[in-house]
C-alpha cells in the first residue's frame, strides 16, 4: 500500500474463447487474476475529452479493461509514472492499492469495466494528490 510501486501493476492477458459467433472472456477470481473480485463496475458515456480517476486506494485492487474502445490510464506510486494504453478487451490492468490513477483519452463510445476486491468504501479512497503523496511516505 505504503510502499507499492507502478512496476507492482501489470497487464494480464485474459483467456479468450474463440467462436464463429463472436468471442468470450471469463475472469475467475484467483485464477486469471490474483484476487477475489466483490464488486463489478463500468464507466461509460464518457464525453470527449473527460478524465476519470484521479485519485488513489489505500487497500482496493483493481483490474481495469477496456470492454469497448480504448482509452489510456497513468499509473503514479508518487516518484514514477507510467501510461498504459488499453484497447483489448482480452487484456485486464491489475492495479495494486496505493496508486494515483487517471483515465484519460477515451475513444468515442469506450467503456471501461472494472473489477474490484473490495465493496465500495469511500474511506478506502485518497482524493488529494497530497494527502496521496504524505501516505506514500
Ligand atoms: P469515482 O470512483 O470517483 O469515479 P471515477 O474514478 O471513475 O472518476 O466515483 C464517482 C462517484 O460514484 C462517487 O460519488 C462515488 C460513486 N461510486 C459508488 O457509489 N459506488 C462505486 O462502486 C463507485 C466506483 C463509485
Known amino acids: 500500500m505504503e510502499k507499492s510501486k507502478i512496476f507492482d501493476?501489470?497487464?494480464?492477458?485474459?483467456?479468450?474463447?474463440?467462436?464463429?459467433?463472436?468471442?468470450i472472456t471469463p475472469i475467475t477470481g484467483l485464477v486469471n487474476i490474483?484476487?477475489?473480485?466483490?464488486?463489478?463496475?463500468?464507466?461509460?458515456?464518457?464525453?470527449?475529452g473527460e478524465t476519470r480517476g484521479g485519485h488513489a486506494h489505500?487497500?482496493?485492487?483493481q483490474l481495469i479493461i477496456a470492454a469497448s474502445g480504448s482509452f489510456d490510464v497513468l499509473l503514479d506510486d508518487?516518484?514514477?509514472k507510467k501510461i498504459i494504453n488499453l484497447n483489448r478487451p482480452y487484456f485486464g490492468l491489475h492495479?495494486?492499492?496505493?496508486i494515483w490513477?487517471?483515465?484519460?483519452?477515451?475513444?468515442?463510445?469506450?467503456?471501461?469495466?472494472?473489477?474490484?476486491?473490495?465493496?465500495?468504501?469511500e474511506h478506502?479512497?485518497?482524493?488529494?494528490?497530497?494527502?496521496?503523496?504524505?501516505?506514500?511516505k
Do not use: M, W
Request: aromatic residues 14%; glycine residues 6%.
Open 9 to 23: 501493476c501489470c497487464v494480464h492477458e485474459l483467456p479468450k474463447i474463440h467462436n464463429r459467433a463472436g468471442n
Open 34 to 48: 490474483p484476487f477475489e473480485t466483490k464488486r463489478v463496475y463500468f464507466l461509460y458515456d464518457i464525453p470527449g
Open 58 to 61: 489505500r487497500n482496493l485492487q
Open 78 to 80: 508518487g516518484i514514477n
Open 95 to 98: 492495479v495494486v492499492p496505493g
Open 101 to 121: 490513477r487517471e483515465l484519460i483519452n477515451f475513444s468515442s463510445g469506450a467503456i471501461c469495466l472494472v473489477l474490484a476486491s473490495l465493496k465500495y468504501d
Open 124 to 136: 478506502d479512497y485518497l482524493r488529494n494528490y497530497e494527502e496521496f503523496i504524505n501516505f506514500k
